[in-house]
């Protein structure tokens, strides 16, 4: 299963909303009713860290301005109001079957 | 609190083999799947290969496939990657991660650097 994610480079305004998106090669939604779709942040010199998981479940700690949406093959992260330390390099992940695979990655920077 | 340390980077020659190792603390290694990942110098993440509980499935990248073998040790909380036949394009720092439910990745180590040169 092949990922893609767009833009992959997003400058942005303080206080603006922004997004990106992630489509898959196969359906990622399992009969269990879970999109099996992460998104990471990884900022610069450090380890990536969970945003989003399995489609649309903020991960404990995520501030609520972030969110995911999407079921199937196409799917979104929403910044509602971006802020300075929300740049960085952020990831898709197909988590749905092995071998996964991460999205190209979006360098997010403010303009 | 969990902890990943990954150890067993460093300098190989290409065709060479390095073997990495993490050492785990702070949750019940034997009952997670474990995960490798990578990040070539300036590149993206790459997902590597996984193992389930005891140690009796795992999965490759295409690109390591038939080189790398992931094994685990739960008597001493412990992951491994065997690297074998290694190339300029294997060097990347090393992530051991924790699986959860086998569908995110909330704990990461802090990696650790494999270089390929001559």
């Known amino acids: 299963i092949v990922v893609t994610q767009s833009p992959l480079s997003l400058p942005v305004t303080p206080g603006e909303p922004a997004s990106i998106s992630c489509r898959s090669s196969q359906n990622l939604l399992y009969n269990n009713g879970y999109n099996y779709l992460d998104w990471y942040l990884q900022k610069p010199g450090k380890s990536p860290q969970l945003l989003i998981y399995?489609?649309?479940n903020r991960a404990s700690g995520v501030p609520d301005r972030f969110s995911g949406s999407g079921s199937g093959t196409d799917f979104t992260l929403k910044i509602s109001k971006v802020e300075a330390e929300d740049v960085g390099i952020y990831y898709c992940l197909q988590t749905l079957q092995a071998p996964k695979m991460f999205g190209q990655g979006t360098k997010v920077e403010i303009k | 609190e969990v902890h990943l340390v990954e150890s067993g980077g460093g300098l190989v020659q290409p065709g060479g083999s390095l073997r990495l190792s993490c050492a785990v603390s702070?949750?019940?290694?034997?009952?997670?799947?474990m995960t490798w990942v990578r990040q070539a110098p300036g590149k993206g993440l790459e997902w590597v290969a996984n193992i389930n509980e005891d140690g009796s499935h795992s999965y490759y990248a295409d690109s390591v496939k038939g080189r790398f073998t992931i094994s685990r040790d739960n008597a001493k909380n412990s992951l491994y990657l065997q690297m074998n036949s290694l190339r300029a394009e294997d060097t990347a720092l090393y992530y051991c991660?924790?699986?959860?439910?086998?569908?995110?990745?909330?704990?990461w180590g802090q990696g650790t650097l494999v270089t390929v040169s001559s």
């Open positions: 991660v924790k699986d959860e439910r086998t569908a995110y990745y909330l704990y």
């Open positions: 399995l489609g649309s």
């Open positions: 702070g949750f019940t290694f034997s009952n997670y799947w």
